[in-house]
């Protein structure tokens, strides 16, 4: 019955496509394990048309780009899924964020994927963040850490050492930062509010403005810098201490490397 | 956005913090302005655990449909989370509001087990409320309880101002409207309780003095006042296909232990196996029609989104209509790709027909529970289940494609001995054996017999609640003996055996038949530090030893000594339908290794017909 109402496609062939989403509030602390489960229940509720593998349990055909870490929120987030049938993508976007069931989690887009295109987890090549404090005690604790700021970024190199399992590695950094700036931004929105606002042209709420972090950094499978790390570092040439709790920190987006060797939107 | 009640830092420094979050999928929202009546419900274990209990899952959808009411949820803090609020002083919270529990009217547990005893005082702690309900005051909530467990609910008694005999269908739509009336009226909560007494199902613990004989055991149980029931009927769902059922039950999004639909098909086990207190004190048994259960498998599997559904009884195979809901699910879900779990399936040809369809065979395993070794021991237990039935079905299973093979067992029921023992060597060998008669082109490789077995503690409400149970050693004697006879068969690389703990077993029987004496060791137990006692882990058997000496209380009384027929026993309070007489009765059959019939067969009277009339005493009426 829903195949019918939805299916436009002929083959059989699967619909590769893109979904990007948001996730914020309290279920930033929900792992990126749990995550995937949730997607799949969500999937079964919207009631869409997804591919699923063959066998005795049969799994959605589905992947993530970049885990998002416990405690981090983002509206910048992907994943690859492949359908039967889809309809318009503002269908397809309606119907999953009506069985999210939550205001926290939101699709913002859907988009089929280009012939030969990569799985997102393999394309992420960089991220945004904003990274803001979750106290306001903690204020003069940035403004402090901004004025070192460009005596950091004019650095030739900054060197850290990267612990593994199994040994420790000298890394240069200061390559895996595009971007960096200080600046007083609002604070980052809820999923439901950025979704009514991409999707409906809602206007954002007022929110406070607080000091922010704002920032370009290389990401993925090779050259993944984490941006508390890299916070972490600046800290320590300010010679300031901070503890990552005092963070909250935020994904703007995610990029992969575009034929012209830029950076876009994944 | 509710405020989350632990800070970002509590949050990212305890293990699994998704537990203390709300926020679920089908979270009822309320705003706590809007009602009248707060009920916080409490499953005293871990998330995981709690959030698969279909108990709750009813009453919190049942509450939640009262406009008057808003039901919120609370579990157990892990123990890192523990430590957290106790050294800051942070209040138990609901997960809906993350708002303080003692804020609430009624904080209403669920006891499943007894090994969580401990873990209901750790949630009164933490929420600020005083562990006997005799030092709280107006300000306190209605503490109040529910479960298998209230149907011997003394040892902690005490701790509850109300406890609900019964299925939670019937009586909170009398007890809730009173409590408003009663709250309106500015009355107090000693008048509420003396009220609500009156309430079929309604047991209030403080209006009754329990009096003792001089050995230790009760003399009577005497009500307070004459208006207070002598004793305290269970309620009963007479007609389980027109009554609450969640068609939108909570989804978490951390893993629960139970991830999946359950769909209850029928409640109460014609049966009558002596040692289980379920199939005694859920009679009669009632199923619920086929309608209902195709109606909400669909409700249900569209608004969680589940991968698999399950259904949940006593006996599946029981269940009158089994072939026709099975064919509905098997196609409804083939086509969306939804797994179909069976648990407590007989194994015959229609069971294997059916897992055949719906499971891996290379994956799945037989279970057979015979939970004796021979059959004179299986008669005395009253399990109709004979060696040709598990050797004909497993051979059949086998010539299929099957080739593990799980084994349930007791060792220590009444009466047991050692050739008892040795029947669940021998038996496991006879599968094997039966196995190995297969010629080996026919058969997959070697096959895999995973016998297990648990310690039997007699239990209130069943014909064994007069038994002595074994001894901490004797259990240890008779493992040992399963053990070493297993690894001296002819096809022993083929068997294993694994065997539950002892301890927990003891402690277990002392709570199972336990009085309200208990209660001080209860408490001195979780003072020490003891908690989450159902978890090996964080079980420590030297705790209750301890807190057993400190109060003067004989083990020993509890678990090994053999009651007299005519005994007060401390739940004789409870009226769970089943006559005591009819109990005594079985309790002497088993002596004699005399069987008695299902329900189905035959009525055996056991006292639940004259109370109701219902389910299978009706069928049965011709």
């Keep these: 019955m829903l195949a019918d109402a939805l299916n436009y496609g002929e083959g059989e062939s699967v619909l590769k496509t893109r979904i990007k989403y948001a996730k914020t509030g309290p279920l930033q602390y929900i792992g990126h394990l749990d995550m995937l489960r949730s997607f799949q229940k969500i999937m079964r509720r919207a009631e869409v048309d997804i591919a699923y593998s063959n066998g005795f349990s049969p799994h959605q055909i589905s992947s993530f780009a970049a885990p998002l870490g416990i405690g981090i929120t983002s509206e910048g987030e992907y994943m690859d899924a492949e359908f039967n049938s889809i309809s318009s993508p503002r269908d397809m976007i309606d119907r999953i964020n009506a069985a999210t069931n939550t205001p926290y989690l939101k699709v913002l887009g859907f988009r089929e994927l280009k012939e030969g295109e990569k799985k997102a987890m393999a394309a992420v090549a960089a991220a945004r963040y904003q990274i803001s404090l979750r106290d306001d005690k903690y204020n003069d604790i940035f403004l402090k850490m901004k004025d070192g700021l460009d005596a950091f970024l004019n650095q030739d190199e900054i060197r850290i050492v990267k612990k593994t399992k199994k ?11 595009y971007e960096c700036e ?6 980052h929105y809820e999923a439901f509010e950025i979704a009514d606002h991409i999707l409906d ?7 406070d403005s607080v000091p922010t972090f704002s920032m370009f950094l290389s990401s993925g499978s090779e050259n993944n810098l984490k941006p508390e790390a890299f916070l972490a570092e600046l800290a320590s040439f300010t010679s300031i201490e901070i503890d990552p709790i005092m963070l909250a920190i935020h994904r703007i987006d995610m990029y992969k490397k575009d034929e012209n060797g830029g950076l876009t939107s994944l | 956005m509710t405020k989350l009640a632990l800070s970002h830092d509590i949050l990212m420094t305890v293990e699994k913090p998704a537990r203390y979050i709300g926020n679920e999928v089908n979270m009822t929202v309320k705003n706590i302005d809007d009602v009248d009546i707060r009920i916080c419900m409490c499953f005293p274990d871990v998330y995981e655990v709690g959030m698969s209990h279909l108990g709750i899952a009813i009453l919190y959808d049942m509450f939640n449909k009262r406009e008057d009411t808003y039901c919120e949820r609370v579990y157990s803090p892990w123990p890192d989370l523990h430590k957290i609020m106790k050294e800051r002083n942070i209040p138990l919270f609901s997960l809906e509001t993350q708002s303080p529990v003692k804020d609430f009217d009624f904080l209403g547990m669920t006891l499943q087990y007894e090994m969580c005893y401990t873990n209901i005082l750790q949630i009164l702690d933490l929420a600020g409320i005083p562990f006997y309900a005799k030092d709280r005051t107006e300000d306190d909530p209605i503490v109040m309880c529910g479960g298998p467990c209230t149907y011997n609910v003394e040892p902690v008694a005490d701790f509850f101002d109300l406890v609900y005999i019964g299925e939670g269908e019937i009586s909170y739509d009398v007890l809730l409207p009173l409590y408003k009336e009663y709250k309106a009226l500015g009355k107090s909560k000693e008048e509420f309780l003396r009220e609500a007494s009156h309430i079929e199902g309604i047991y209030i613990p403080s209006l009754y003095d329990v009096l003792y004989n001089e050995d230790g055991t009760v003399k009577s149980i005497e009500p307070k006042y004459e208006d207070i029931p002598r004793r305290v009927k269970k309620t009963i769902v007479l007609d389980l296909s027109n009554t609450y059922y969640p068609d939108a039950p909570l989804v978490p999004f951390m893993r629960p232990i139970n991830d999946r639909v359950t769909l209850e098909i029928q409640r109460g086990c014609i049966r009558g196996c002596r040692f289980c207190q379920a199939g005694m004190i859920y009679r009669p048994n009632r199923e619920r029609s086929l309608e209902f259960l195709k109606d909400y498998a669909i409700r249900m599997l569209k608004n969680t989104g589940h991968e698999e559904i399950t259904l949940s009884s006593l006996s599946s195979s029981d269940y009158s209509k089994l072939p026709e809901l099975v064919d ?8 969306r790709h939804i797994n179909i779990s069976l648990p407590s399936l007989r194994i015959d040809a229609f069971a294997l027909d059916v897992m055949n369809k719906v499971q891996d065979i290379k994956k799945s395993s037989l279970t057979f529970a015979p939970e004796a070794g021979t059959q004179l021991m299986r008669d005395r237990i009253n399990k109709g289940l004979t060696v040709d039935d598990i050797l004909s079905g497993a051979g059949e299973a086998f010539r299929g494609g099957w080739n593990k093979v799980k084994l349930y067992f007791m060792l220590g029921q009444p009466f047991e001995t050692d050739e008892d023992v040795l029947g669940i060597p021998e038996l496991s060998e006879l599968i094997a ?8 082109d026919q058969r997959n490789g070697r096959v895999n017999i995973n016998a297990s077995a648990s310690f039997f503690v007699p239990k209130p409400f069943t014909p064994f609640q007069w038994a002595p149970m ?4 004797e259990f240890r004697r008779k493992a040992y003996l399963v053990n070493d006879t297993m690894a001296k068969m002819h096809n022993h690389r083929s068997l294993s055996f694994q065997y539950h703990d002892e301890k927990t077993t003891v402690i277990e029987g002392i709570l199972a038949r336990g009085d309200r004496k208990l209660a001080k060791a209860l408490v001195s137990v979780y003072e020490n530090g003891g908690f989450f006692d159902a978890w090996t882990e964080y079980f420590d058997y030297q705790k209750w030893l301890d807190a057993f000496k400190e ?15 005519d005994e007060v026993f401390p739940w004789d309070v409870i009226d769970a339908g089943v006559d005591k007489e009819f109990l005594k009765k079985e309790y002497i059959k088993a002596k004699e290794g005399v069987v008695t019939p299902n329900c189905r067969e035959q009525c055996n009277a056991c006292g639940c017909l004259k109370l109701w009339r219902g389910g299978i005493c009706l069928e049965n009426k011709n």
């Design chain 1, 167 to 177: 040994s420790e590695i000298e890394l240069d950094i200061r390559p895996l930062i």
């Design chain 1, 182 to 187: 200080f600046s007083y931004k609002t604070e």
């Design chain 1, 201 to 207: 042209g809602k206007k954002l709420p007022d929110k």
């Design chain 2, 328 to 335: 509905f699910l098997i196609k409804y879900c083939d086509e």
């Design chain 2, 433 to 440: 054996n039966a196995y190995y008669e297969i010629p080996k």
């Design chain 2, 470 to 473: 074994d001894t901490e050693d």
């Design chain 2, 551 to 565: 109060h003067d209380i004989d083990i020993d009384f509890y678990t090994v000594r053999e009651r007299d027929l």
